[in-house]
């Protein structure tokens, strides 16, 4: 297989804003690893047999489910621990793996802003691929600067899955997407934004990055919880004007 390249990511506090539930919080993050690139169309063609045209560009068109069997079987490919198991689409992941997995929403948004507190993490023509550059299709990954952690486009070319539930409550299953993509604008592509689609969900400019790192913990780990999730799906707070409930 084409080489993962990962990046150690330090630790720290990341903060999070929710703007569609206009809410604040703060998470505390052991140090991991995070991949320099997005994964390519030729890491999933060796991986998972998907035939590659543009073999350095970002793997898109990829659901949230592919994306985490993607993870598995890229582990299982180097001998490490699966991340994942399966029970039909519900998926678990074991958070003492060592193996590959999708990053937190709180671990992307750290790793992504490298120490810098705007919304971008240098000038944006300099750092992302955006609608500015009047690109139809994702670019070649690593052909912008990368930011501090030694990470390329994290900001625009593809918005890439993490594990998070968006808002289960409103949402139901839907999981998180972040970074914006080549085709949007920059009020889109800045490090708080926040996407999601449903796990069969897929898109021309959504892809993914792998992570890596254990902790000693159970359904709990980098700013993410199961029973946060659980908490947030049975909300009963008031529906801002405009939304509309999940179906139960």
Same mark, same amino acid.
């Given at each position: 297989?084409?080489?993962?390249?990962?990046?150690?990511?330090?630790?720290?506090?990341?903060?999070?804003?929710?703007?569609?539930?206009?809410?604040?919080?703060?998470?505390?993050?052991?140090?991991?690893?995070?991949?320099?690139?997005?994964?390519?169309?030729?890491?999933?063609?060796?991986?998972?047999?998907?035939?590659?045209?543009?073999?350095?560009?970002?793997?898109?068109?990829?659901?949230?489910?592919?994306?985490?069997?993607?993870?598995?079987?890229?582990?299982?490919?180097?001998?490490?621990?699966? &991340?994942?198991?399966?029970?039909? @689409? %519900?998926?678990?992941?074991? #958070?003492?793996?060592? +193996?590959?997995?999708?990053?937190?929403? $709180?671990?992307?948004?750290?790793?992504?802003?490298?120490?810098?507190?705007?919304?971008?993490?240098?000038?944006?023509?300099?750092?992302?691929?955006?609608?500015?550059?009047?690109?139809?299709?994702?670019?070649?990954?690593?052909?912008?600067?990368?930011?501090?952690?030694?990470?390329?486009?994290?900001?625009?070319?593809?918005?890439?899955?993490?594990?998070?539930?968006?808002?289960?409550?409103?949402?139901?299953?839907?999981?998180?997407?972040?970074?914006?993509?080549?085709?949007?604008?920059?009020?889109?592509?800045?490090?708080?934004?926040?996407?999601?689609? &449903?796990?069969?969900?897929?898109? @021309? %400019?959504?892809?993914?990055? #792998?992570?890596?790192? +254990?902790?000693?913990?159970?359904?709990? $780990?980098?700013?993410?919880?199961?029973?946060?999730?659980?908490?947030?799906?049975?909300?009963?707070?008031?529906?801002?004007?405009?939304?509309?409930?999940?179906?139960?």
């Amino acid at each position: 297989m084409s080489d993962l390249e990962m990046a150690r990511v330090p630790g720290g506090v990341v903060t999070l804003h929710d703007a569609r539930r206009d809410l604040v919080r703060s998470a505390t993050l052991e140090s991991f690893e995070l991949g320099v690139f997005a994964v390519t169309e030729e890491q999933m063609s060796e991986i998972l047999g998907i035939a590659s045209q543009h073999p350095r560009r970002p793997a898109t068109d990829l659901s949230w489910l592919r994306a985490v069997r993607f993870c598995n079987a890229a582990s299982e490919w180097e001998g490490l621990d699966p &991340a994942y198991t399966f029970d039909g @689409e %519900d998926i678990t992941w074991h #958070v003492d793996s060592d +193996g590959y997995r999708l990053p937190t929403e $709180a671990e992307w948004e750290h790793a992504c802003r490298a120490g810098s507190t705007g919304p971008h993490y240098g000038l944006l023509a300099d750092v992302a691929w955006t609608a500015a550059d009047g690109m139809p299709t994702p670019q070649d990954v690593g052909g912008k600067m990368p930011n501090l952690n030694g990470l390329f486009d994290t900001l625009g070319n593809v918005w890439e899955w993490c594990w998070d539930l968006l808002d289960p409550a409103r949402y139901d299953e839907y999981r998180v997407f972040r970074g914006g993509g080549y085709a949007d604008d920059a009020w889109n592509v800045r490090a708080s934004v926040r996407r999601g689609g &449903a796990p069969r969900m897929h898109h @021309e %400019d959504v892809g993914m990055r #792998v992570a890596r790192g +254990g902790f000693d913990a159970v359904d709990a $780990a980098q700013g993410w919880s199961s029973a946060v999730d659980l908490e947030r799906a049975a909300s009963d707070d008031a529906l801002l004007a405009g939304w509309t409930p999940r179906k139960r």
